[in-house]
């Protein structure tokens, strides 16, 4: 009997396809870049399984004339790239990597948090081109961490181990979400307000919410001018929930202090990006699951998604709820 056909959208750690190799036929797309959509949609119509990244858009005219398709499984925790309405309409299951990458996600938050307040890169690269004559008391002043004021947009996981984090630096907390999270409140002191309340009285605002219609461009020309002159912005949820270019002149005219970004509008981002010629951001390509452990872990429970819905079983971390075929006589 022949296996089924799963199509990998990116190279995996070879354990991780070895693992998927002993239930199916596997297709890896073995370029860094994301496949063409002609050959994501190629490979689609032959498989039954898809192992996706999060730049990879799976939609309902891909799923259309997928009529194979039985999952989706998505090496990420965000599945704003995947039409879930859509494929729980068609039956097929949509799974992802969910609480593995956020104490890691939550790392890469806090260090762009301390390398913008503390210059670090830039100090850094004023050092490496021998720019460093002699100590001197306003050499690449910065901000104190400890004791300012940390605004966390969106408490779920990630959001909460980020008021962890602040914690250890004695930062009080305040927090938007859409309900209130008493356990952040009780154990960290956090105060839940609205958004522009947030932005006025925090020196650092850093974003956890996932991107929905909601969320998208939450933070634009208006929220950055509720910002303090010294406050400055993290971004390691999605690119979208910040206006870019809103973003842009508020840092170009120093508006706003400064910016820690993992994410961007558009991924990758063009070299020639106005952002990339500032000062005052920190950028990073998206790298905030980005260890060998996490990414490692990730790999293995995307494949447990779809080895699970090739066999008819619900899936050990699912996104949606879809009616198991029934069985045939």
């Not at 020309?221 to 303090?228: I, S, T, Y």
Request: charged share 20%.
């Amino acid at each position: 009997m022949d296996k089924p056909k799963v199509f990998v959208t990116r190279p995996f750690p070879i354990e991780a396809i070895t693992l998927l190799e002993n239930t199916a036929e596997v297709s890896v797309w073995m370029e860094e870049t994301p496949p063409p959509p002609d050959v994501l949609l190629r490979e689609a119509v032959r498989a039954e399984g898809i192992l996706s990244m999060l730049t990879d858009k799976i939609d309902a005219d891909l799923m259309e004339a997928a009529a194979n398709l039985r999952v989706i499984s998505n090496n990420a925790v965000g599945v704003d790239n995947i039409d879930v309405a859509a494929a729980t309409a068609r039956g097929i299951a949509v799974g992802n990597t969910p609480g593995v990458l956020t104490e890691t996600t939550a790392d890469l938050a806090f260090a762009l948090l301390l390398a913008v307040a503390r210059r670090i890169v830039q100090a850094d690269g004023f050092l490496r081109a021998c720019g460093w004559r002699a100590w001197s008391p306003t050499l690449f002043l910065g901000q104190d961490v400890s004791g300012a004021t940390i605004g966390i947009v969106g408490m779920g996981r990630i959001g909460r181990a980020m008021a962890r984090r602040a914690c250890g630096f004695s930062m009080p907390i305040l927090y938007t979400n859409p309900r209130p999270v008493p356990e952040v409140e009780d154990e960290f002191g956090a105060r839940r307000v609205k958004l522009g309340e947030l932005l006025r009285k925090s020196d650092f605002v850093t974003i956890h919410a996932p991107l929905t219609s909601e969320t998208r461009r939450l933070i634009g020309r208006a929220e950055f001018e509720l910002m303090k002159p010294t406050g400055i912005l993290i971004n390691t949820a999605r690119g979208p929930i910040v206006d870019q270019d809103a973003l842009y002149v508020a840092l170009k005219t120093r508006r706003i202090a400064g910016a820690g970004l993992d994410v961007f509008e558009n991924e990758p981002v063009d070299c020639d990006d106005p952002l990339l010629a500032l000062d005052n951001v920190v950028v990073v390509p998206h790298i905030g699951s980005a260890t060998v452990a996490t990414r490692t872990k990730m790999a293995y429970m995307a494949v447990e998604n779809v080895i699970a819905g090739l066999n008819d079983e619900p899936l050990p971390y699912p996104v949606n709820a879809v009616q198991a075929p029934e069985p045939t006589a």
